[in-house]
């Protein structure tokens, strides 16, 4: 008997049915907001989690939590409450605004939550691929939220099938599911441990079996996670950021290879890998997280500001304003601003009150997905040599559209610089990044850039900019998609059959770097 309730229409909304009685989500149908953005040329969020054990207030707590990881996910969001043992969830798609109304929140009672916030960097867009996952299985039911990627997904999900095994979504944390479901340990801890020690790649997640909660960060520590206290609750989540909406108090960040459990008892930490090199995830730091957030040990917005001045330090200008492209890169730009003693100014609008970009324009008014998002400030703009500030380029495209409003405002010169090196490689740790083919700094070089983008000069981060000002060593970062040197083997890698048969049959140990 089903120990999980749940209020998720039979009928997914903004979908059509299949005729094999699946329901497949329709973009024409979509909110703004839950539509790829064609015109935002960033890298994409992941995903955020967030925890709370022993508040009466649990789902509130988790719902401002989430909010706060907002940023993190855009596509879809969830939650899953524990009373007396028994799980109740609510998923959605959408933002948290949009999936959590208070009649819906009303009907979560319980002190132990868990939630979610998405964004599809493994399988689908679809209402089955939204987290927490809740599932019933032979020891009870559980539910689990994941943020990262797993490199070995695909292999280990093949080898589950041929044994007999179901998957109601495509996501790779439905595979930590399944794993956990057939571990023949007794405790759920411990299941949770058996099943991790055979996952490789980016993973910090928390999961529950209505009685405790499991938390853990992968060996590598590639994405952060953070623990913290509210009165006498445990409070779990992605970034600090989320600890702060509800006044609770930073604890501290769980380490790398690190499972912790929260129960009645408290807090018990467990170290079941074999210690490796840390690999944190270099651009948490550039773009992801925000920065009011502190992780890696280190502020966000202080790593961010000395991005700008580094760019600064590296190569002098002499011109008239410092601009930033809203809003991550704000900080970068007030750091170059401070360090070369050049006037800031905010030359860009951003309007905050506007979703994902939901139409493709014609090329009549191509430019209508930028625009709508961003507008300059002619005032600030006409007749000045500018120094323009992004944290990144991924394909170009964006940043081309933005630099010919400058030039439509009567720039005079534009002088473009990033606060992170080219990016010349895919992500395969939970950041969604196109394949090498369409990105702008793998296929093109600086001159030709500069051309593309129409800009008078155009400079990149270094590496070791990038490193000095997180004041960590470069040997603790994932610096993948700068670099090409990935941590693990990628799902290529797998794919291809390269070490295949250890995957499945032993331990992770050899897939990481030793420590």
Request: glycine content about 8%; proline content about 5%.
């Amino acid at each position: 008997m089903s120990r999980i309730s749940s209020d998720e229409p039979n009928h997914v909304p903004f979908s059509t049915r299949l005729a094999n009685g699946e329901y497949r989500i329709d973009p024409a149908l979509l909110p703004p907001n839950l539509v790829r953005d064609t015109a935002d040329d960033h890298v994409k969020d992941e995903c955020g989690v967030f925890g709370v054990f022993g508040h009466p207030e649990a789902a509130n707590l988790t719902y401002l939590g989430l909010y706060a990881l907002q940023h993190r996910g855009q596509e879809g969001a969830g939650i899953v409450v524990s009373k007396d043992g028994h799980l109740n969830a609510h998923r959605g798609m959408g933002l948290v605004s949009d999936v959590f109304k208070p009649h819906k929140l009303a009907r979560l009672h319980g002190d132990v939550a868990i939630g979610h916030v998405r964004y599809s960097t493994f399988g689908s867009s679809e209402l089955k691929n939204v987290q927490p996952l809740p599932v019933d299985y032979a020891k009870g039911s559980m539910a689990l939220g994941h943020n990262g990627n797993l490199v070995n997904a695909k292999i280990l999900r093949e080898k589950l099938e041929d044994d007999g095994a179901i998957f109601q979504s495509t996501t790779d944390s439905e595979v930590i599911i399944q794993l956990i479901a057939r571990s023949k340990e007794d405790r759920f801890v411990d299941c949770v441990v058996d099943a991790l020690q055979q996952v490789i790649g980016a993973w910090s997640l928390l999961t529950t079996n209505g009685d405790v909660i499991v938390a853990g960060r992968d060996p590598m520590g590639i994405r952060p996670l953070w623990l913290g206290k509210l009165g006498d609750a445990y409070i779990l989540a992605s970034e600090s950021c989320a600890l702060d909406i509800i006044d609770a108090d930073w604890e501290r960040e769980i380490e790398p290879g690190e499972v912790i459990v929260i129960s009645e008892s408290g807090v018990e930490s467990i170290k079941p890998f074999k210690p490796v090199i840390p690999r944190s995830c270099i651009f948490e730091f550039i773009y992801v997280a925000r920065p009011d957030s502190n992780i890696f040990g280190r502020s966000v917005d202080e790593v961010r500001k000395k991005l700008g001045a580094n760019l600064a330090k590296a190569d002098p200008m002499k011109v008239d304003l410092v601009m930033a492209v809203p809003d991550s890169s704000n900080p970068a730009a007030l750091g170059y601003a401070h360090e070369a003693q050049i006037p800031f100014d905010m030359g860009f609008i951003r309007n905050h009150y506007v979703g994902r970009t939901f139409i493709e324009p014609d090329q009549q008014i191509r430019d209508f997905g930028v625009k709508i998002k961003l507008n300059p400030v002619r005032s600030a703009i006409e007749g000045k040599s500018i120094v323009l500030i992004d944290d990144s380029v991924v394909r170009g495209t964006t940043a081309r559209k933005i630099i010919k409003m400058l030039r439509r405002c009567g720039a005079k010169e534009i002088h473009f610089r990033i606060s992170c090196p080219p990016i010349i490689n895919s992500c395969y740790y939970g950041i969604d990044t196109p394949n090498k083919g369409k990105l702008i700094a793998y296929n093109k070089t600086v001159a030709e850039m500069e051309e593309f983008l129409d800009v008078d000069s155009l400079g990149f981060q270094t590496v070791e900019g990038l490193v000095d000002a997180t004041g960590l060593s470069k040997e603790q970062f994932c610096l993948a998609c700068f670099n090409n040197d990935y941590p693990t083997l990628t799902p290529k890698e797998f794919d291809s059959g390269k070490e295949r048969r250890r995957v499945v049959d032993t331990s992770t140990e050899s897939f990481y770097a030793s420590g």
